[in-house]
């Protein structure tokens, strides 16, 4: 690794202070034509716990060093591009450590800690079975957010001895962003089966018992049951929140969270012939297909994303996905399902579609998509009301919704996938 503070050439090229943190930008010129850039930062409060500015810093890649550019003589460093914008990376910094420093203080309800060693042991004392399978086990609570569904559970067999919270998505499967998260947040393993959700797989972590001394000896028993009825209020908004801090700082180059790609699952032979068609659909798109819609079609959009659902069809309506699209960057997000990631997208017609902002975005990723096919039908028009839609050919066929209700609909589009 080279030096990052001093060459046959230094040069300071920009200084700048925010959220308690002093910045300066060097340029490097080792020769004629190899020049590099670092970035230094030095905290005010110069601390070594890892949930603080400078714990942050060390998490993102800046490397503790002495330094001559400040009068204490340390900083960060790391090295960064040339046009690197160290303004904004300054503000960004803050608003994401403000976002982790907010995520903290919910997950810290739930007992879920960070930085590890920074609170009472929620998973301290290792498990060594499933976290399900047990000679003893009770079902004591549930509770649910509008992500989540969570069941606290009583497990005791051999050593292992304690509560189990098990965490099921509203919305199955969980995202390749909040898997990141609950791998960030540690101690969460997955069962494929579990029995408190008929069967399905779900998240859990596990409190080990801790004897208690004094007149009833419960032991951590209150911290367990507080722990898990601060999920319903604190664990999602905690995961808002790191998502957050993710896409803040990851405008720069640098990343909170690991994404790691996802591994299409094998098609079983059990499968109906309507899981099959919808395996064939998603082998090139995410999704067979993306509604949209204005607001005041939201009920229209709702039944008809449901029946098509009940049929196992991918089908991307946002009150499905309320998890997958948090802290992302929406009109990327967006772009990305109609133009690129959905087999058709079905467009509820109306005044009130063709004037909004957001419809508006999502219709010319739409046209954008049937320009690159070169006119091969892509977008399906559901007429509500009528309304000219910029950049939408009039010669597109379309249902009408006083001709076609909706389940009708549903039956059309059907035959139209299978086709």
């Known amino acids: 690794m080279r030096d990052l503070h001093s060459s046959l050439k230094t040069e300071i090229i920009g200084q700048h202070q925010a959220s308690g943190v002093n910045y300066a930008l060097a340029r ?18 110069y601390t070594l716990s890892d949930f603080s500015t400078p714990g942050y810093l060390r998490y993102l890649g800046f490397q503790e060093s002495n330094c001559s550019f400040f009068p204490s003589g340390k900083c960060f460093v790391r090295e960064v591009g040339a046009n690197f914008d160290m303004k904004g990376f300054a503000d960004t ?65 051999g050593r292992d001895k304690g509560w189990v919270i098990h965490y099921r998505p509203q919305h199955p499967p969980l995202s390749a962003d909040l898997e990141a998260a609950l791998e960030f947040l540690h101690g969460f393993q997955q069962f494929s089966e579990c029995p408190e959700y008929d069967f399905e797989q779900c998240f859990w972590r596990f409190i080990g018992f801790e004897a208690g001394s004094g007149q009833f000896g419960l032991g951590n028993a209150d ?44 098609e079983s032979s059990q499968q109906s012939s309507t899981a099959r068609m919808k395996n064939r659909s998603v082998s090139k798109y995410k ?22 659902k009940e049929k196992e069809i991918a089908v991307f309506y946002d009150g499905f996905y309320p998890e997958h699209l948090w802290g992302k960057d929406l009109a ?46 892509y977008i399906l028009p559901i007429k509500v009301t009528d309304a000219e839609l910029d950049g939408l050919s009039p010669t597109i066929g379309y249902l009408d919704l006083a001709v076609y209700p909706i389940p009708t609909i549903a039956e059309i589009l059907l035959k139209k996938l299978a086709s």
């Open 93 to 157: 910094f803050g608003r994401s450590f403000n976002a982790l420093s907010d995520a903290n203080k919910h997950f810290t309800e739930c007992g879920i800690y960070i930085v590890k060693g920074a609170g009472p042991s929620f998973s301290g004392k290792a498990i060594s079975s499933d976290g399900h399978n047990s000679p003893k086990k009770q079902r004591m609570k549930n509770s649910d957010d509008n992500v989540f569904h969570y069941v606290l559970t009583w497990v005791e067999g």
């Open 287 to 308: 999704y067979d297909v993306a509604l949209s819609f204005a607001g005041t079609e939201r009920m229209l959009a709702e039944q008809l994303a449901t029946m098509l």
């Open 28 to 45: 490097l010129q080792h020769g004629k034509t190899d020049v590099s850039h670092s970035l230094h930062a030095y905290p005010a409060s």
């Open 332 to 377: 990327v997000e967006f772009d990305n399902i109609y133009r690129k990631e959905s087999r058709y997208c079905v467009l509820f017609v109306s005044p009130e579609y063709a004037n909004r902002m957001w419809t508006i975005h999502e219709r010319r990723s739409a046209l954008a998509r049937l320009l690159e096919d070169r006119g091969k039908e």
């Open 223 to 266: 911290f367990a049951h507080r722990c898990f009825d601060a999920h319903a209020a604190h664990f999602a908004p905690g995961l808002e929140k790191l998502l957050g801090a993710h896409v803040e700082i990851a405008a720069y180059g640098m990343n909170v969270l690991t994404l790691s790609p996802r591994v299409a699952e094998p």
